[in-house]
């Protein structure tokens, strides 16, 4: 079976959006077992629409489109999907009913132009759009059976897993049973990841392994299909625990979250609290962390003391010790986590500073130095560390998570020991 | 003249990595006066890889292909070049020499692997890579000139301005300048913004005018081409000073500088400093002050006070007022923004206390709620804000931008005074 991606719009073919769609679909539609072969875009011109859907409907059995079926003149997917199978378009009195019905709920009255989203190519079968304004559609042509899907990717996203995938389910011979499984780890790249598992397509040659690095993180991800859901279960189980004992804890998450998330659920597991001192990070661990509805539970504050009068008034920093050591020295981190404790009244603190860049490194302390420090309700911990990142935003992404990673492994510690009590 | 890119690789085809490169060239290729048609996409397979280039060679004048030309067994664009074009590969001598020093360059002994990045299709013409092993061609088959780069963006990025813009230009019947102007707004989404230009295209129907949705920041682009440089220059400013006109104050920097280093800019020009206390955008807006390199020369702190008792320890806030007012109110937000002022010693200072969601809304507070202060040198005011976006991030930019946008304003206006005086 032979599948393709068709993205259409301007915005995409000159350049001024990014194409996300394409990939997305390529990753669902191949954890059905089904290649895509090629990705393809266009613009707004019906001709060259028209043109490419003959050439794919030539060439394809599965064709998911993307995009052009808005309100405005310049949304051609259902002129051009019409003319390319020879038939009229027919307006569709049940799908105009649910469009006015949107505009209703949303208190507007429906533009006159919004009616030409309820016509449809003679023969097609509408998909619904239960959060937009735009019906998609399937239809036949030639060899191939394409989807006409919206191009805003929360409603494209909704209607693939809702009303494309289970169809092409059904199109598939054999019944088939899928598992997606997605790990999180920290502290190795992906050709250290694909050396320290090399074995793996060996092991277990029937599950897909992929990488995908979401810088400081790499994701990896493994996909099977098989027609005996219990063995694939049981597969799925061992391969898990095979790299869980090859990566121990390089792995932050067996469901994919990020490390932020993860911090916070261990600190809720501990039911601790968490206060934050950042120099260097600039207030992004206290982004990631509070990303996560709920952290007020855990989170107390973060200070970003950027300035060393700061570090001073508000983190209790002794002017002697940054006079000695420096704003950058596992010292002054040591300082800054006891005084954000303090002020906090937290079980845990980290804090951290360094030289994230361009300007500021020296050949003793080079950007992409940082000291990192810990503090818990026993002790504080500090360390000095050196990422050849190079970049800005990199070194400020790689010192946000290495510091969360220095508290998630800490907090596994502390969650062990209270096992074995 | 017809113009496509193709981005080839099975991490791009599989959905494991999005394809930003097609949108980079095609962006750098309008720029040329050349709009590029199809964007087009196939993996790892040396079949599906000489047919596409065979439909290319007949359908376009110009391809840029990305991906493909690293040593690895893989790595089938050379391959594929040469069985489309009909002609051998050729070892060249240069080109092996030139890796040969690359790995010299950075200590290390040359791969046999890499043997394979010297053999090109007879009669192709050998594209440098100054900053990575994987050197490039151009070749022609059929009706096309093909331009092949490696995949990774930034080798592909300074190859294509270097190496194929200045041989596209060539091609290109008359001589023309170019000229591209970023503009970056705040206040108005792209159908608000294209309605209040849409004087434009009559007025200046040589330009080319695009919108960017980079939420919160729209940015506007123009650009033009003209064999005529004089009379580019000219219209290209009166068509920015028209915009100007239109949108006053919603134009953040004609420089496409996003709003936080705008803050800095204004900030350091009046050598004023900045405190924040951010407690719904839990770090966000000292995360986009820090990214700008400097910002410690006007940034001092944010007290990210995501607790109550925080709010009250760091900055002073009144028990008394939290508990008539509650933590999302003006009164409380005026209170942060004086605390931090009074903390760092600051010459402004922003507060933001909202509901980011999904949960903690009421009805006379609905997620979505914000209420911003502003503490300059004479006075603090404080403002309540609904936006109706819906989701924690989106939450957490737009409040945000709305208060780093409100000292854009204030500083804006003190400029203005000053130079009146």
Redesign the interface.
């Known amino acids: 079976m032979i599948a393709e991606v068709l ?1 259409t719009g301007d915005e ?9 769609n ?7 539609i ?1 954890e059905l077992g089904i ?9 707004d011109d019906e001709k ?1 629409l028209i043109s ?1 859907l003959l050439e794919l409907a030539e060439r394809a059995d599965i064709i998911i489109v993307t995009g052009g079926l808005g309100p405005t003149l310049d949304d051609l997917s259902r002129e051009a999907a019409a003319q390319a199978a020879g038939v009229p378009l027919k307006l569709d009195t049940k799908a105009l009913k649910k469009i006015e019905r949107f505009f209703v709920s949303k208190q507007k009255s429906m533009p006159e132009s919004n009616i030409r989203q309820a016509r449809f190519p003679k023969g097609a079968t509408i998909l619904e759009n239960p959060i937009g304004t735009a019906p998609g559609f399937s239809l036949i042509i030639g060899r191939g059976t394409f989807f006409f899907l919206p191009g805003v990717p929360t409603e494209m996203r909704k209607m693939l897993s809702e009303q494309v995938v289970p169809r092409i389910r059904q199109k598939l011979k054999e019944p088939y049973y899928y598992k997606t499984e997605n790990i999180s780890t920290f502290g190795l790249g992906e050709s250290a990841l694909e050396e320290k598992l090399r074995e793996f397509p060996i092991l277990f040659p029937d599950i897909k392994l ?3 690095a979401g810088f400081p993180e790499v994701q990896i ?1 493994l996909y099977q299909k098989n027609s005996d859901e219990a063995a694939l279960v049981k597969e799925q189980e061992e391969a898990t625990n095979w790299i869980k004992e090859k990566l121990g804890h390089k792995i932050v998450s067996l469901t994919g979250q990020p490390m932020a998330a993860v911090v916070g659920d261990l600190l809720l597991q501990q039911s601790a609290t968490l ?2 001192a ?1 120099s260097c990070t ?6 990631w ?3 996560r ?4 539970d855990y ?9 060393n ?2 570090k001073q ?2 983190l209790g920093v002794e002017p002697t010790l940054l006079e000695k050591w420096g704003a950058v020295h596992e010292e002054t981190a040591k300082a800054m986590a006891t005084g954000v404790k303090k ?3 937290a079980t845990y603190a980290i804090a951290t500073t360094g030289i ?4 500021g490194g020296s050949l003793e302390k080079p950007v992409g130095t940082v000291c990192i420090a810990l503090a818990g309700p026993a002790k504080v911990e500090s360390r000095r560390y050196f990422f050849p990142f190079g970049k ?2 990199l070194n ?1 992404k790689i010192f946000a998570a290495q510091a969360l990673n220095l508290l998630r492994l800490e907090l596994l510690r502390e969650l062990k020991k209270n096992h074995n009590r």
Do not use: W
Request: glycine share 12%; net charge positive; proline share 3%.
């Open positions: 993205a995409i073919r000159s350049g001024a959006l990014i194409d996300t394409s990939a997305y679909i390529s990753e669902k191949e290649k895509i072969t090629r990705h393809n875009c266009v613009g060259e490419i992929g990488f995908r991800k206060a934050v950042e600039g207030g992004l661990i206290a982004d962390l509070t990303d509805p709920g952290s007020s989170f107390l504050l973060s200070a970003v003391t950027y300035a009068a700061a008034e508000v002020l906090g009244n994230a860049g361009p300007a800005r935003r400020k």
